[in-house]
């Protein structure tokens, strides 16, 4: 079965910081790969999807840029944190073959 | 507009009692219909997947049914326990595969109480 690992689990950086949030998957290989950002008491809203490596599709304009650089590695960057950027980071797979997508743990992101 | 809206926003409930929590979509074409639990701070985590062609699946306490016709789903809890305080999320994939064509709805934020 498919492992999700993100880290770190928690984070506070400070306006104008860089970020990097890291995900790797184990038990699978060329899944699909997802960054959703989860604001308090909301629904999910994905952020990037990846069928491959160095394959980044971006769902909504932002601050934020997401790379894959290897089939089981997806990483979540930002060059400059804005207030807004807090929220919980989740990072999902998904066989190709299969319907359900496996999420990870979740990063928490503060901003101040 | 591809649409999942969850009823009710919030439930609180005693422990032992029964619950149903409400999914409707407006996704076409419609390809699956999933039910996620996600515990306070950690990701969510599959309870059921439903196709078109299934109208009922359970994950022990848990029932989901599914009205292609009406695009409407519930999720039964039977016997609540205290572990089952979460939010129950209901996601809709557009067509074969997921990806961007996944909708996700705000989920219900359920609470049992001893």
């Known amino acids: 079965s498919q492992t999700i690992h993100q880290w770190p689990a928690t984070l506070v950086q400070p306006v104008g910081s860089p970020l990097s949030l890291e995900c790797t998957v184990e038990g699978t290989s060329n899944p699909n790969l997802y960054w959703y950002r989860q604001a308090a008491g909301r629904g999910l809203q994905l952020l990037f999807y990846?069928?491959?490596?160095?394959?980044i599709s971006s769902e909504v304009p932002q601050n934020l840029s997401a790379s894959r650089p290897q089939d089981r590695q997806f990483i979540l960057s930002s060059k400059k944190l804005l207030l807004s950027d807090s929220g919980f980071y989740l990072c999902a797979c998904q066989d190709p073959n299969q319907e359900t997508q496996y999420f990870g743990p979740g990063t928490r992101l503060l901003v101040l | 507009k591809n649409q999942v809206e969850q009823s009710p926003q919030s439930l609180i409930i005693l422990e032992g009692k029964n619950c149903t929590l409400q999914?409707?979509?407006?996704?076409?074409?419609?390809?699956?219909l999933r039910w996620y639990k996600q515990d306070t701070g950690r990701g969510p985590v599959s309870l059921t997947i439903?196709?078109?062609?299934?109208n009922t699946k359970s994950n022990g306490r848990y029932t989901a049914t599914l009205d292609a016709d009406t695009k409407q789903s519930s999720l039964h809890i039977t016997a609540s326990q205290l572990s089952d305080s979460a939010s129950y999320i209901c996601?809709?994939?557009?067509?074969?595969?997921?990806?961007?064509?996944?909708?996700f709805g705000a989920g219900t934020r359920l609470f049992v109480k001893a």
């Open positions: 996601v809709v994939s557009r067509g074969p595969g997921g990806g961007f064509k996944t909708i």
């Open positions: 999914c409707n979509y407006t996704v076409s074409p419609f390809s699956n």
């Open positions: 439903m196709t078109f062609s299934e």
């Open positions: 990846s069928v491959g490596i160095g394959q």
